[in-house]
């Protein structure tokens, strides 16, 4: 646990020294590469999460979603558990748990078994092993949802030579940065 604490440390330190403007166009090249994965083009259904505070930007691939004619959905956090709201339009969010944006509850949940989920990390390495923000909120919600694809996306400072890892740990099958597409190899 410490050593994931001091991942974080230093990851959102080095997320604060990047500028508005390189966060935009590296988010804007992991759009390109990951919209270009099989795993995007074969799916209709698209799960990202709402980005915050120095993420990748995912307004750039919901938006090419939207483009490509896919449904789009995005989550709330309901106290240990997440739920996917489909998401027609960004008037939909409000800020949110941590003051992350997320639907307003009047929306349309989904249950969707048969996605691809963009998703969310802190750190990662290149066995597609994860660091998310420690709530464990994505963890649990794959783990009831086996069949979803799972695309994490991050930048290149993000990818350390080894992260730590624990059983309950649900990792990416794929992670997209702006330099490189990192497969899963188990």
């Known amino acids: 646990m410490e050593e994931k604490k001091a991942i974080r440390k230093q990851i959102f330190k080095a997320r604060k020294e990047h500028s508005d403007t390189w966060i935009?166009?590296?988010?804007?090249?992991?759009?390109?590469?990951?919209t270009a994965l099989p795993e995007y083009e074969d799916a209709d259904r698209i799960m990202a999460y709402a980005?915050?505070?120095h993420e990748v930007i995912t307004r750039y691939i919901i938006e090419q979603a939207w483009k490509d004619g896919k449904e789009v959905a995005v989550p709330k956090v309901?106290?240990?558990?997440m739920i996917f709201y489909k998401l027609t339009d960004f008037a939909q969010l409000e800020s949110g748990y941590f003051g992350i944006p997320e639907p307003k509850e009047d929306g349309e949940t989904v249950s969707w078994e048969d996605a691809m989920m963009v998703m969310p990390g802190v750190a990662f390495d290149e066995n597609c092993n994860r660091v998310g923000y420690g709530g464990g909120f994505y963890d649990r919600f794959l783990e009831k949802h086996p069949g979803i694809r799972r695309v994490a996306v991050g930048f290149s400072f993000q990818i350390l030579s080894e992260v730590p890892t624990e059983p309950t740990d649900i990792?990416?099958?794929?992670?997209v940065t702006e330099e490189k597409i990192y497969r899963d190899k188990q």
């Open 24 to 34: 935009e166009e590296k988010s804007r090249r992991i759009t390109e590469l990951l």
């Open 51 to 53: 980005d915050y505070n």
């Open 78 to 81: 309901f106290g240990k558990d």
């Open 171 to 175: 990792r990416p099958q794929v992670i």
